[in-house]
T-cell receptor, first 112, second 114 residues
Framework: QKEVEQNSGPLSVPEGAIASLNCTYSDRGSQSFFWYRQYSGKSPELIMFIYSNGDKEDGRFTAQLNKASQYVSLLIRDSQPSDSATYLCAVVRNQGAQKLVFGQGTRLTINP | DGGITQSPKYLFRKEGQNVTLSCEQNLNHDAMYWYRQDPGQGLRLIYYSQIVNDFQKGDIAEGYSVSREKKESFPLTVTSAQKNPTAFYLC?????????????FGPGTRLTVL
C-alpha cells in the first residue's frame, strides 16, 4: 500500500463546475497535509494546507480533512480553464523534519 | 526580491559524469530539501538539511551527495553511481511562521543523461 494515494486521472470538469480531488494516506499519525498545483513543466506551487479535521476555505479552494477515515480532499469551485494542472497531495511523515510524502498527482482538465 | 533559485534550468550529462545542481535561497529559511520527480509521478525526497553543516538522507539518497556550508545554499551532486538520473530535480525550503509550517519550491532543474 502506498503511503499517499491519489487517482491519477485525468479528471475532466466543465468550466464553472466544482472539481473534487481526493487523497488517502496510510499513516494514522500524520498531522499536516498539503495540496500543491503543478502546471506542465513547472515546479509545484502550494495552494492549501490543513492541519485540523474539517474544512478550510481559501477563495475558490476548500480543503477537507478527515483523520478518522484518513483522507484529505480539495474542492475547486467555479472551475476555470486556468485551473487545469496536476494537483499533488503531500503528507508530512516526520513532523520535526517535515519530510513530505507525495501522491502521484491527479491531472485535472477544465473544459470551456 | 526573495525566493529560491535553481540553476541550470536544463542540464545534459554524459554517462559516467558527476554533475552538481545549484539551489540558493535568500528567505533566511533554516531547512532545505531536494526532491526528484519522474514523469507522471509525485516527488520523492533525496536529501534534506535542517541546519547548516548538517544533512540527512531521504528515501532515495543512493547515488547523490549534498553539502550545506552556508544557510543560503544546498547544492546536490548527482554522481555516476546514480543508475537512472534523468529526472526533474526540485529544491525546496521550509517556512515556519506562527502556526504555519510549509515548504516552497524553486523552479527546478531538468537533468537528462545522454
Amino acid at each position: 500500500q502506498k503511503e499517499v494515494e491519489q487517482n491519477s486521472g485525468p479528471l475532466s470538469v466543465p468550466e464553472g463546475a466544482i472539481a473534487s480531488l481526493n487523497c488517502t494516506y496510510s499513516d494514522r499519525g500524520s498531522q499536516s497535509f498539503f495540496w500543491y498545483r503543478q502546471y506542465s513543466g513547472k515546479s509545484p506551487e502550494l495552494i492549501m494546507f490543513i492541519y485540523s479535521n474539517g474544512d478550510k476555505e481559501d477563495g475558490r479552494f476548500t480543503a477537507q480533512l478527515n483523520k478518522a477515515s484518513q483522507y484529505v480532499s480539495l474542492l475547486i469551485r467555479d472551475s476555470q480553464p486556468s485551473d487545469s494542472a496536476t494537483y499533488l497531495c503531500a503528507v508530512v511523515r516526520n513532523q520535526g523534519a517535515q519530510k513530505l510524502v507525495f501522491g502521484q498527482g491527479t491531472r485535472l482538465t477544465i473544459n470551456p | 526580491d526573495g525566493g529560491i533559485t535553481q540553476s541550470p534550468k536544463y542540464l545534459f550529462r554524459k554517462e559516467g559524469q558527476n554533475v552538481t545542481l545549484s539551489c540558493e535561497q535568500n528567505l533566511n529559511h533554516d531547512a532545505m530539501y531536494w526532491y526528484r520527480q519522474d514523469p507522471g509521478q509525485g516527488l520523492r525526497l533525496i536529501y534534506y538539511s535542517q541546519i547548516v553543516n548538517d544533512f540527512q538522507k531521504g528515501d532515495i539518497a543512493e547515488g547523490y551527495s549534498v553539502s550545506r556550508e552556508k544557510k543560503e545554499s544546498f547544492p546536490l551532486t548527482v554522481t555516476s553511481a546514480q543508475k537512472n538520473p534523468t529526472a526533474f530535480y526540485l529544491c525546496a525550503s521550509r517556512r515556519t511562521s506562527g502556526t504555519t509550517d510549509t515548504q516552497y519550491f524553486g523552479p527546478g532543474t531538468r537533468l537528462t543523461v545522454l
